[in-house]
C-alpha cells in the first residue's frame, strides 16, 4: 500500500494461463476480446443427478484421477515422475502456467535462483488427494501414510513445489485469505519489490476442478443451478442464481521495472497501488452495502496517486452470487457515484467462472492484457442489471478503447477485500507486439 | 505375445503408472513365490523411483551399490519403496531393520527375510 511515486516501480512482465478461456496468452486475449466463455457441462460426481451442473473446464488436460501416472497433459510440457510425485492436480497446471511465465518473461535458472528473487502463491490445497490420502490412513488403520500425501495437498503445496523445483531463494509465502489470496499475494509483492526486499516476486494462483473443492460451495447454496453454460455465470445481471466454479492457474511476475527494463522483458503493466480492508461483519457473507469494499478501492485509489475520475476500467470480484454482486455494485456506486466518475466496469467470471484463490490473478493477468493490448472486456451474459446496479456503466460488449487505470477488485469468505491499481506502461504496448 | 502370469487388480492398481516389465515381474512373484522374480522386481521397483533415471539397467550393477550415495535414492522415495514392497509382497520392513539397508543386496536380502511364511515357503 506503499506510495505510488517513491522508490522502485514494479510492473507485471511476464504471464501464463492455464485457465477454461485459454492455456496461454493470446487464446485469452481472443477470448475476453470476443467474450468468448469457457463454462461447459460438468460432473462433479459422475453418476450422480447433482443440481450443479456446468463448470469452467480447462481443456487439454485430464487430472480426474488421483493418480498422477493417469494425468494427461498437452506435449509441450514435459514432466518427471519425480516431480508429479508430491504435485496435486492443480499444481501440474500451475506448472504449466510457470513455464509459460518464466519463458514470456525471459526469466533464466540464474534469476529464479537469485537471492532478491521470491515467490508468493495461492491455493487452497487439495481437498480431492488429502481425501484419498486420509481414507488410506482410516482403512489401514494407521499403517499407510503417503510419504507425500502432505506435501502434496496442504495449501502450501505450490510453494513447496514451485519454490523448490526452481531453487527460489529470496522468498517463499502463500496467501490465505480465501477469494482474495492471489490479490494480497500481488499485493504484498509489490511492497516487496518497493522496499528494495526483492527484485521479482513470481506470483502463482491455481486450484482444483473438483468436487471436494467447488461441489462443497453448494452447501451454502452459492454455486448457479443453472444448466446453461451459456447463460450460468452472469454477474451484476438480475437473474443471477450463484457461481460457476473453475480450476487451472495462472502465473505472473511482479518485478521491480529497472531489472525488467534491464533484461528487455515485456512490460504489460505497472502495479501503482493497492488497498485493502476487512468487512468485520460474517464469516462467509460480505457486507450488505458494500462498506468494506469501497474502503479498499478508496485506499488503493489513493495509495496510487489518482482519482477515481481517472479509472477507465474495473475488473469487478462480482461473481455471480446475489449477496456478494449487491455488495460490490454499492461499493461501486459509493466510491465513483460520490466523485461524479463511470468507468467501464466487468467481472470476467462471466467468461471463466470462479476460481477461487486463483481469481485474482487470474483477473489482474487479463487486466494487464486489456492495458496491454488496449480494449475493456464487457459485462458477457448481462441482460438486465439488478436494481443496485442503476447507475454503473456496464458494457456488453468489449469496448475497442485503451485504458489507462485500472482497478482489481477481489473479497474473500470472512470479509477480506482487496483492489490492485493497474496503470498502462509506456512499455505495455510492446509487450502486446510481443504476444 | 500376452503374459505369462495374470496380472491381479491389486497389482495393476498398486503399480499404475510403472513399466509392464515391473509389472510382468511382480506378477511372476504373485503367481510363483519365486525368489528370482522378487529379486527382479525389486530391482525394477527402485530403477522406477531414482531419478534421474540409471544410465544402463539397475539388474547391471553389482549388488554393492550405495542406494543412497550411489544412486540417488532419498528418504522419501525409501519409504515409497517400503510401502510398495509392503503392499505387494506382503514383507513388512520394520524401521529398525531398514537403517542398516544400505546397497542393493542389504535391500534384497531384508525383503526376502521378512516374507511372511506362506510366500517363503
Known amino acids: ?435 | 505375445m500376452a503374459d505369462p502370469y495374470p496380472v491381479s487388480e491389486k497389482l495393476r492398481t498398486t503399480l499404475r503408472g510403472f513399466p509392464a516389465a515391473t509389472i510382468a515381474a511382480c506378477a511372476e512373484f504373485e503367481a510363483t513365490g519365486d525368489r528370482a522374480a522378487l529379486d527382479r522386481a525389486v530391482l525394477a521397483l527402485v530403477e522406477h523411483h531414482l531419478s534421474p533415471p540409471p544410465p544402463r539397467p539397475l539388474s547391471t550393477y553389482p549388488g554393492s551399490t550405495k542406494l543412497v550415495a550411489e544412486l540417488g535414492l532419498d528418504s522419501i522415495t525409501m519409504v515409497e519403496l517400503v510401502f510398495l514392497f509392503e503392499d505387494l509382497f506382503g514383507a513388512k520392513l520394520p524401521q529398525d531393520k531398514l537403517v542398516a539397508v544400505v546397497t542393493i543386496d542389504d535391500l534384497r536380502a531384508l525383503v526376502q527375510a521378512q516374507l511372511p511364511p506362506r510366500v517363503a515357503s
Open chain 1, 1 to 435: 500500500m506503499s506510495a505510488a511515486t517513491a522508490g522502485p516501480r514494479p510492473v507485471i512482465s511476464g504471464l501464463g494461463f492455464i485457465t477454461s478461456i485459454g492455456n496461454d496468452r493470446t487464446e485469452v486475449v481472443a477470448s475476453l476480446r470476443a467474450l468468448r466463455h469457457g463454462l461447459a457441462p460438468f460432473e462433479y460426481l459422475p453418476g450422480c443427478d447433482l443440481p450443479v451442473k456446468v463448470a469452467g473446464t480447462v481443456k487439454g488436460f485430464d487430472t480426474r484421477s488421483d493418480h498422477f501416472s493417469e494425468w494427461r497433459w498437452p506435449e509441450r510440457y514435459h514432466f518427471t515422475r519425480e516431480r508429479l510425485r508430491s504435485l496435486p492436480p492443480h499444481g501440474l497446471h500451475a506448472c504449466c502456467a510457470v513455464e509459460q511465465m518464466i519463458a514470456d518473461a525471459r526469466l533464466t535458472p540464474e534469476l529464479l535462483a537469485a537471492a532478491d528473487t521470491g515467490l508468493f502463491t495461492a491455493s487452497a490445497g487439495s481437498p480431492f488427494l488429502q481425501r484419498r490420502y486420509l481414507n488410506l490412513m482410516y482403512e489401514s488403520q494407521g499403517e499407510r501414510l503417503a510419504p507425500l500425501g502432505v506435501i502434496s495437498t496442504i495449501s502450501g503445496t505450490l510453494n513447496f513445489n514451485l519454490g523448490a523445483h526452481y531453487h527460489i531463494r529470496g522468498a517463499v509465502c502463500g496467501f490465505n485469505s480465501a477469494c482474495a489470496s492471489a490479490a494480497h499475494a500481488i499485493g504484498y509483492a509489490c511492497d516487496e519489490v518497493r522496499l528494495g526486499r526483492l527484485q521479482r516476486v513470481l506470483i502463482v494462483g491455481a486450484e482444483d476442478l473438483t468436487a471436494d473443492s467447488v461441489y462443497s460451495f453448494h452447501g451454502l447454496r452459492a454455486l448457479s443451478r443453472n444448466p446453461d453454460p451459456d447463460t450460468a455465470s452472469r454477474p451484476f445481471d438480475a437473474a443471477r442464481d450463484g457461481f460457476v466454479g473453475t480450476g487451472g492457474a495462472v502465473a505472473l511476475l511482479v518485478e521491480n521495472e529497472a531489472s525488467a527494463l534491464a533484461r528487455g522483458a515485456p512490460i504489460y503493466a505497472e502495479v501503482r497501488g493497492w488497498g485493502q480492508s476487512a468487512d468485520g461483519y460474517n464469516v462467509a457473507i460480505s457486507d450488505p452495502e458494500g462498506a468494506g469494499l469501497a474502503r479498499a478501492m478508496e485506499t488503493a485509489i489513493r495509495a496510487a496517486g489518482v482519482t477515481p475520475g481517472e479509472v477507465d476500467y474495473v475488473n469487478a470480484h462480482a461473481t455471480s452470487t446475489p449477496a456478494g454482486d449487491r455488495s460490490e455494485a454499492l461499493a461501486l456506486r459509493t466510491v465513483f457515484g460520490a466523485a461524479g466518475a463511470r468507468p467501464a466496469i466487468s467481472s470476467t467470471k462471466a467468461l471463466t467462472g470462479h476460481g477461487l484463490s486463483m481469481a485474482s490473478v487470474m483477473e489482474t493477468g487479463f487486466c494487464a492484457l486489456a492495458l496491454s493490448e488496449g480494449f475493456i472486456p464487457g459485462q458477457a451474459h448481462l441482460v438486465t442489471p439488478a436494481p443496485e446496479c442503476e447507475g454503473l456503466h456496464l458494457p456488453r460488449s468489449t469496448e475497442s478503447r485503451a485504458p489507462r487505470i485500472v482497478l482489481k477488485n477481489s473479497s474473500g469468505f470472512g470479509g477480506s477485500n482487496v483492489v490492485l491499481v493497474l496503470a498502462r506502461h509506456e512499455r505495455s504496448s510492446d509487450a502486446a507486439r510481443c504476444a
